[in-house]
């Protein structure tokens, strides 16, 4: 891509992103069960994590750019509240994996950043084939941050 039209996309992604995510984000965090609030933060911390493949307490800390020890302790409250497990590496029993119990998975899936009466409004406004115009433009640009997530994990740097 030309070096003009990569930055035009660039600022493009920078300004427009922030239009939606202000648009259609939730306000508030709440566990669907206990109609317990959580914080932003912590309900981020839940975004990251699956219920199947866990991930280890400092890879998440790293790619949230904390310290362990500081995820450790966001970890500790989680685990509290019943919406993550820590598991031991079973090859190196230093290393400390987290995921999702069912509750967690129950919060995320409540808990999303968006807010999908905001995301239906938006998208209400749009004719059908802006509608599958936007949602194939979201396609390639979340395939391309899939790949570049995962090309900077292997090369050892944040994202």
């Given at each position: 891509m030309r070096e003009a039209a990569r930055v035009k996309a660039r600022d493009a992604v920078m300004t427009l992103y922030p239009r939606i995510?202000?648009?259609?984000?939730?306000?508030?965090?709440?566990?669907?069960?206990?109609?317990?609030?959580?914080?932003?933060?912590?309900?981020?911390?839940?975004?990251?994590l699956d219920e199947l493949a866990p991930t280890t307490v400092r890879d998440l800390a790293r790619h949230m750019?904390?310290?362990?020890?500081?995820?450790?302790?966001?970890?500790?409250?989680?685990?509290?509240?019943?919406?993550?497990?820590?598991?031991?590496?079973?090859?190196?029993?230093?290393?400390?994996h987290v995921r999702l119990t069912s509750a967690g998975v129950c919060v995320r899936a409540a808990t999303s950043v968006l807010d999908p009466a905001r995301v239906d409004a938006v998208l209400a406004r749009l004719t059908?084939?802006?509608?599958?115009?936007?949602?194939?433009?979201?396609?390639?640009?979340?395939?391309?941050?899939?790949?570049?997530?995962?090309?900077?994990?292997a090369a050892g740097r944040q994202l």
């Open positions: 995510y202000f648009a259609c984000h939730t306000r508030h965090v709440r566990d669907p069960q206990s109609q317990h609030l959580l914080s932003r933060h912590q309900a981020s911390i839940l975004d990251h750019g904390v310290t362990a020890a500081t995820m450790s302790l966001a970890i500790d409250r989680l685990e509290r509240k019943g919406y993550v497990v820590r598991l031991r590496d079973a090859t190196d029993r230093r290393r400390v059908e084939d802006e509608r599958v115009r936007a949602i194939q433009g979201l396609e390639l640009l979340a395939r391309a941050a899939q790949e570049e997530m995962h090309a900077s994990s």
